[in-house]
Nanobody
Framework: QVQLVESGGGLVQAGGSLRLSCAAS????????MRWFRQAPRKERELVVS????????YYVDSVKGRFTISRDNAKNTVYLQMNNLKPEDTAVYYC??????????WGQGTQVTVSS
């Protein structure tokens, strides 16, 4: 059974930082691309950042460029999202997802990030 478990969300003031983690189990992690999505209240879920199985970053949404960094540790079956200089508009539920060949096959349960102004 595949599981993706996010952690690291919370409440932070604008300008602060958080690091999200997504621990994967039940799959051969090193062969899966990983993505972080987010969904703000009353908005559609959007792709934030994407990394290939080998660690090549293939996408950052414009609004987070220069502030967010994705990384992965295949030895720990974990992908990270370092978020710096957070803004109130970054408030959302953040989800990690995994898939092969550009698809999304599995989702985590999400972790709430709230940025206060």
């Amino acid at each position: 059974q595949v599981q993706l478990v996010e952690s690291g969300g919370g409440l932070v003031q604008a300008g602060g930082s958080l690091r999200l983690s997504c621990a994967a189990s039940g799959l051969t992690f090193s062969t899966y691309g990983m993505r972080w999505f987010r969904q703000a209240p009353r908005k559609e879920r959007e792709l934030v950042v994407s990394v290939t199985w080998s660690g090549r970053i293939t996408y950052y949404v414009d609004s987070v460029k220069g502030r967010f960094t994705i990384s992965r540790d295949n030895a720990k079956n974990t992908v990270y999202l370092q978020m710096n200089n957070l803004k109130p508009e970054d408030t959302a539920v953040y989800y990690c997802a995994s898939g092969v060949d550009g698809a999304v096959d599995y989702w985590g349960q999400g972790t709430q990030v709230t940025v206060s102004s």
